[in-house]
């Protein structure tokens, strides 16, 4: 199995970057679709981007398109989140997670379609 760690959260003023870092160990990292989600207190889980296991597809919701962009270097074992024009309603805890495939384009948007996850990094935009 494979084992995830984000990094790169942190506070930043509205209109600022961040860039979020998913580390992975344990397995063939290239053999996962990653996915990125986000929490907000007192909201559900949110599915932020993914990417496929080759990185040739990639999606995200509409509200952070042209803001974020989802990429990834298999031989380091990462994917990253790079986050522009950041808004207050992006703060949240960031989780990255991990779904074993076969398919080097296949996308996944469910929770529950993940069996990985990291532990989260805390995003904070103040207004």
């Known amino acids: 199995q494979v084992q995830l760690v984000e990094s790169g959260g942190g506070l930043v003023q509205t209109g600022g970057s961040l860039k979020l870092s998913c580390a992975a160990s344990?397995?063939?990292?290239?053999?996962?679709?990653v996915g990125w989600f986000r929490q907000a207190p007192g909201k559900e889980r949110e599915f932020v981007a993914c990417?496929?296991?080759?990185?040739?597809?990639?999606d995200s919701i509409h509200a952070v398109k042209g803001r974020f962009t989802i990429s990834r270097d298999n031989a380091k074992n990462t994917v990253y989140l790079q986050m522009n024009s950041l808004k207050p309603e992006d703060t949240a805890v960031y989780y990255c997670?991990?779904?074993?495939?076969?398919?080097?384009?296949?996308?996944?948007?469910?929770?529950?379609?993940?069996?990985?996850w990291g532990q989260g990094t805390q995003v904070t935009v103040s207004s």
């Open positions: 344990g397995h063939t990292f290239s053999n996962y679709a």
């Open positions: 997670a991990g779904r074993q495939t076969n398919d080097d384009r296949s996308l996944a948007y469910l929770p529950s379609t993940y069996a990985y």
């Open positions: 990417i496929s296991r080759s990185g040739s597809n990639i």
